[in-house]
T-cell receptor, first 113, second 112 residues
Framework: ETGVTQTPRHLVMGMTNKKSLKCEQH?????MYWYKQSAKKPLELMFV???????ENNSVPSRFSPECPNSSHLFLHLHTLQPEDSALYLC????????????FGDGTRLSIL | GENVGLHLPTLSVQEGDNSIINCAYS??????FIWYKQESGKGPQFIID?????DKRQGQRVTVLLNKTVKHLSLQIAATQPGDSAVYFC???????????FGSGTRLLVRP
């Protein structure tokens, strides 16, 4: 049990579908992250929220839309995805940015048909 | 630019031996480093971290060494066990940013 729970664990969707990934952290952290992990590539940071405000500017296509309603929950809304978006999407949280490690969930395996 | 990498994609060790996994980084402004372990079907699991004002830190069976002169860090695992088989990632952070730059990972295989 990592303290960071992601649902669903697996998701198969067509390119025209709309779906959402959910992340919940039980660690009392105030920063949350979305990462993309593709085969044979390093983890890529997508979005960062601190105290429910989006911080850091990373180039992510608009078909990915994050939402952070409170410091314990993070969503990633998906719309009109492409086959190259198939990957493992990982959520993480941390206490704050000052020399604190990020703790990861087990991810959502996403497959785009 | 920012770059964090690992030296070997795969490392095979005999059970009971010590393992050393290496990582290099390019930006001297990196001030904080983390090692993660990722098992199949799971997310990265925090192992140990080190700040740039330190050159060594020890945990349970693990030691991280940081050499800022040559921009190199290593993870040493003592008495490697089958449960240590996983992919190991180093990650570095620059200038107190939120962003971690991850290496490509080394797969550790433990031979019985």
């Amino acid at each position: 049990e990592t303290g960071v729970t992601q649902t669903p664990r697996h998701l198969v969707m067509g390119m025209t579908n709309k779906k959402s990934l959910k992340c919940e952290q039980h660690l009392g952290h105030n920063a949350m992250y979305w990462y993309k992990q593709s085969a044979k590539k390093p983890l890529e940071l997508m979005f960062v929220y601190s105290l429910e405000e989006r911080v850091e500017n990373n180039s992510v296509p608009s078909r990915f839309s994050p939402e952070c309603p409170n410091s314990s929950h993070l969503f990633l809304h998906l719309h009109t995805l492409q086959p190259e978006d198939s990957a493992l999407y990982l959520c993480a949280s941390s206490q704050d940015r000052a020399n604190q490690p990020q703790h990861f969930g087990d991810g959502t395996r996403l497959s785009i048909l | 630019g920012e770059n964090v990498g690992l030296h070997l994609p795969t490392l095979s060790v005999q059970e009971g031996d010590n393992s050393i996994i290496n990582c290099a980084y390019s930006n001297s402004a990196s001030d904080y480093f983390i090692w993660y372990k990722q098992e199949s079907g799971k997310g990265p699991q925090f192992i140990i971290d080190i700040r740039s004002n330190m050159d060594k830190r020890q945990g349970q069976r693990v030691t991280v060494l940081l050499n800022k002169t040559v921009k190199h860090l290593s993870l040493q695992i003592a008495a490697t066990q089958p449960g240590d088989s996983a992919v190991y990632f180093c990650a570095g952070r620059m200038d107190s940013s939120y962003k971690l730059i991850f290496g490509s990972g080394t797969r550790l295989l433990v031979r019985p």
